[in-house]
């Protein structure tokens, strides 16, 4: 009896390694997901600039003061 108590025990401690080791990669998707929303959420700022052309062709820059 004493060996099935072991082995139920050894079955108990896996068990609850496994439970705290998907906890820890739950929590890593989480913050990987809170990261990809952030990355994205500056790709999308970064297009719209981009869109908006901020930078004037070199026909319409006026030249620096010093020429």
């Given at each position: 009896?004493?060996?099935?108590?072991?082995?139920?025990?050894?079955?108990?401690?896996?068990?609850?390694?496994?439970?705290?080791?998907?906890?820890?990669?739950?929590?890593?998707?989480?913050?990987?997901?809170?990261?990809?929303?952030?990355?994205?959420?500056?790709?999308?700022?970064?297009?719209?600039r981009l869109e908006e052309e901020t930078?004037?062709?070199?026909?319409?820059?006026?030249?620096?003061?010093?020429?």
């Open positions: 009896m004493d060996n099935l108590e072991e082995r139920l025990m050894n079955i108990e401690m896996a068990l609850a390694n496994q439970e705290r080791v998907v906890d820890d990669l739950n929590q890593v998707v989480i913050e990987q997901g809170k990261v990809i929303d952030l990355l994205q959420k500056q790709n999308q700022y970064l297009l719209s930078v004037k062709p070199l026909s319409e820059e006026t030249p620096p003061p010093h020429y």
